[in-house]
């Protein structure tokens, strides 16, 4: 399981400390610590993750904590809060309608010393990651909840962007940490998602700097030979740095069209078609990672 904890503090020193310090404590974790404004609205973004330890009291102008709370949850609704507090009783009442959500795991009195708070911290994030690899079955219905959400939306703005924040929270389920939204993409024009392409699975990163993502979640909407032939167009145009793509759809795609589209193509690069079958069975599974490197064989050792 991808185990990447945001640290969000506006107490820049005692952030990095903390972050070092907790990366100490557990190595086989991915902290990463965020301070300023744009900082923390990059963070929220872009930055996959499944918990967010956040400092309740922050005085930095333009930084509240209820509101970032709030924003955790609409960006990334599986993500669980850890909050730390200089005094609990003072925050309690402002906390009531977030404590309701369930998914505020604890409340912690934040210390002088760092390496104190991080000890603090400690089991309980152990214990938060432990729940969730004995239970994969909860993250795999959360992802199907969003997605369903994404699939019967009928207001097609709204419609739009659930299905590109699920597109975002299953590509960080498989190891992809930085997802920009909105990217402008190396031919200048305009694509949905940007992922850089960190992952360490040897098989996926081979794949250049970047995947390329186009989400195309109208009613009724068929991927055809002309959806390939311009994204692959996009993909030759990115000079080398990308030499994945992916067009995602809730509806579905013809394969004897795409057979088409591939024989035609001539290239090393790869366009990949994820429609309704595909994200079912990559929901589903136990084993994402290995589920989307078997649906990119499928789809490219098709004769």
Same mark, same amino acid.
């Given at each position: ?11 820049h020193l005692q952030n990095n400390a903390l972050k070092k310090n907790l990366t100490d404590l557990l190595p086989e974790y991915q902290f990463e610590a965020y301070s300023t404004v744009s900082e923390i609205g990059y963070a929220l973004e872009n930055r996959f993750c499944t ?145 850089? %392409?960190?992952? #360490?699975?040897? $098989? =996926? ?6 995947? *390329? &993502?186009?989400?195309? /979640? +109208?009613?009724g909407y068929h991927i055809g030979k002309n959806d390939f032939i311009i994204f692959n167009t996009k993909l030759k145009n990115s000079n080398g740095l990308s030499e994945l793509g992916i067009i995602a759809t809730t509806g579905g795609f013809a394969k004897t069209t795409y ?7 001539? %290239?090393?690069? #790869?366009?990949? $078609? =994820? ?6 069975? *990559? &929901?589903?599974?136990? /084993? +994402? ?15």
């Amino acid at each position: 399981m991808e185990k990447t904890v945001l640290i969000i503090d506006d107490q820049h020193l005692q952030n990095n400390a903390l972050k070092k310090n907790l990366t100490d404590l557990l190595p086989e974790y991915q902290f990463e610590a965020y301070s300023t404004v744009s900082e923390i609205g990059y963070a929220l973004e872009n930055r996959f993750c499944t918990l967010v330890i956040l400092n309740i009291r922050m005085d930095r102008p333009g930084i509240n904590g209820v509101e970032v709370i709030n924003k955790i949850f609409e960006l990334n609704p599986i993500a669980h809060v850890l909050l730390m507090s200089p005094d609990r009783e003072i925050y309690d009442g402002l906390l009531a309608t977030v404590l309701k959500t369930g998914k505020i795991i604890d409340i912690i009195t934040k210390k002088v010393e760092t390496y104190s708070t991080a000890k603090l911290l400690e089991p309980i994030i152990v214990n938060y990651y432990g729940r969730l690899s004995e239970d994969i079955s909860v993250l795999n219905t959360s992802l199907l909840h969003y997605y369903s959400d994404a699939k019967n939306e009928t207001d097609l703005h709204k419609k739009g962007l659930l299905f590109e924040r699920f597109i975002c929270l299953f590509f960080g389920f498989l190891g992809y940490r930085d997802i920009q939204k909105r990217k402008i993409d190396f031919s200048r024009n305009e694509l949905d998602l940007s992922i850089r %392409n960190e992952t #360490k699975d040897s $098989f =996926l990163n081979k794949f250049g700097k970047y995947i *390329l &993502i186009e989400c195309k /979640n +109208k009613p009724g909407y068929h991927i055809g030979k002309n959806d390939f032939i311009i994204f692959n167009t996009k993909l030759k145009n990115s000079n080398g740095l990308s030499e994945l793509g992916i067009i995602a759809t809730t509806g579905g795609f013809a394969k004897t069209t795409y057979l088409e589209a591939m024989s035609e193509s001539g %290239n090393s690069n #790869k366009v990949l $078609f =994820l429609s309704n079958v595909e994200f079912l069975r *990559l &929901i589903q599974s136990d /084993n +994402k990672v290995e589920e989307f490197k078997k649906i990119i064989d499928e789809q490219h050792s098709t004769p």
